[in-house]
């Protein structure tokens, strides 16, 4: 198993001959080495084999992501950014890459076109909005019935209040001072915008909640929208900024903050750092184990 740099390491192996092997990852290609993939070397008593860093040697391997990568919230709420997530489909054009110009190679290595086409009324930048434009938060991340009703654990949000989460404060968003909820709702938009992006995030189907190795983006996102629906007053599966209004912050120092909560694995203070990691660098660290599920956009 692999360690944050990418490194690994087999201590106190008898003489013999050994066949390593990855454990592919969907989104991802096996680049190097060729064939099957596996590496296979003898060892003596007393020797030490190992490969050097990006080298093309033995025990090395190499793996390119097939996803365009994941952007963070400060690039949602930019101009450019915005336009995948504003409900038109075909505005897209504008759109820059990570060198900040359109029309060079890196504009066609991010997100294909609108994330929430559901709310264009023709499906045509020439057309219009439905009447209240959404996002829809966990389970598969749209409106899979078209009837604009959330299904079971997943949570709507409308267009207006996400773009406003996403704004939000750096006086709501202040580690020390600042309101969970709005720094968790800003984790949950952000991660789902990275998603349909067309990011890996693993199924979220067949979370085991007594493996930590088990939990992927798409689990933790949907343990931050169980968090979040404690917050639904009228516990219809929607929420808004009003429901947030009426209700007192939740510090970061407090216990619904730092405590799981029951039905959720983790504390949504952790579930705030692992969704803001994959937010930054497509990688989330749980139990002292880093597991890379998309790289940087940036990156790439």
């Not at 084999?49 to 709420?77: C, I, M």
């Not at 996002?135 to 654990?153: F, Q, S, V, W, Y």
């Amino acid at each position: 198993m692999t360690d944050s740099t990418g490194q690994y390491v087999f201590t106190n192996l008898g003489p013999g001959t050994y066949t390593v092997w990855e454990q592919q990852k969907s989104g991802w290609t096996q680049t190097y080495p060729g064939g099957d993939g596996k590496v296979t070397v003898t060892g003596a008593s007393g020797t030490d084999q190992h490969g050097d860093a990006k080298e093309t040697e033995a025990l090395n391997f190499g793996n390119h992501s097939d996803a365009p990568g994941v952007r963070t919230p400060g690039y949602w709420q930019s101009k450019f950014g915005a336009q995948f997530w504003d409900g038109i489909v075909g505005n897209e054009a504008k759109a820059k890459g990570a060198d900040g110009t359109a029309g060079t190679a890196d504009d066609a290595a991010f997100a294909n076109g609108e994330l929430l086409p559901w709310n264009d009324s023709n499906g045509s930048a020439a057309g219009g909005m439905i009447s209240n434009p959404y996002m829809i938060i966990g389970g598969d991340l749209k409106d899979t019935n078209g009837d604009g009703a959330p299904e079971t654990g997943e949570l709507k949000i409308k267009l207006a209040d996400a773009q406003k989460l996403i704004n939000a404060s750096e006086k709501q968003l202040n580690d020390a001072s600042g309101d969970g909820r709005w720094m968790l709702a800003r984790d949950v938009v952000a991660t789902t915008l990275n998603l349909l992006a067309g990011n890996p995030g693993g199924d979220g189907l067949a979370d085991n909640p007594l493996d930590p190795n088990d939990d992927d983006p798409m689990d933790l996102l949907n343990e931050a929208v169980a968090w979040l629906k404690l917050f639904d007053a009228d516990s219809n599966g929607c929420l808004s900024l009003g429901e947030l209004g009426t209700a007192s912050k939740v510090a970061t120092s407090s216990a619904l903050w730092q405590s799981p909560q029951p039905g959720i694995e983790h504390s949504a203070s952790l579930l705030h750092t692992v969704l803001d990691q994959y937010n930054n660098t497509g990688a989330i660290t749980l139990g002292g184990i880093t597991t890379t599920w998309a790289t940087d956009a940036d990156m790439i």
